[in-house]
């Protein structure tokens, strides 16, 4: 007879704390918008040319948490802004779009500066992982369509400088 109200107790309290729950009003969490940091400029130039394509304000990742989080819970970014990822070793690296609101273009660059891959309108929220196809040291995060737009080519090349 003891387990009987003892297991009658339990399915009460559980459906009480059920009822409960669900009643209860859920908690939004506000979170401020992540601002685009200015922390460098980078140049695009043609290949085998020494003209320029495109001058972007950069925001840099190379610490663990940043290449982590890149561009995530971020609404949007101007055109004539990126976000450059630069990793300690030169090496195959794969994004995906998890939590990123808006669509991207990502270029992957090799050590010495060249574009050696371009992955055009990554979707967002996408979990899909999106490979550098070759080794690199460096991934610029763009406006979607803006590659497209700007004509970039596999072999133009990157400069960029810290502020």
Do not use: W
């Not at 559980?14 to 460098?40: H, N, W, Y």
């Not at 995906?96 to 270029?107: A, G, H, Q, R």
């Not at 803006?146 to 090349?157: A, E, N, R, Y």
């Amino acid at each position: 007879m003891k387990r009987f109200k003892l297991f009658g107790f339990a399915i009460l309290g559980f459906l009480i704390l059920q009822t409960s729950c669900r009643d209860a009003p859920k908690k939004v969490i506000k979170t401020e918008p992540i601002a685009f940091k200015k922390e460098g400029e980078l140049t695009i130039f043609s290949v085998g040319k020494d003209s320029v394509r495109v001058k972007l304000d950069i925001e840099i990742a190379d610490s663990d948490y940043e290449t982590q989080t890149g561009l995530m819970y971020r609404s949007s970014m101007e055109e004539n802004q990126g976000m450059l990822f630069i990793f300690p070793n030169t090496a195959m690296h794969s994004f995906y779009m998890k939590n990123t609101e808006f669509p991207l273009d990502i270029l992957f660059v090799d050590e010495n500066l060249k574009i050696a891959h371009i992955a055009p309108n990554a979707k967002p929220f996408d979990e899909t992982g999106i490979s550098s196809q070759v080794p690199v040291k460096y991934v610029l995060e763009v406006d979607a369509g803006l590659s497209q737009k700007l004509g970039l080519k596999i072999g133009d090349s990157i400069e960029f400088n810290r502020l």
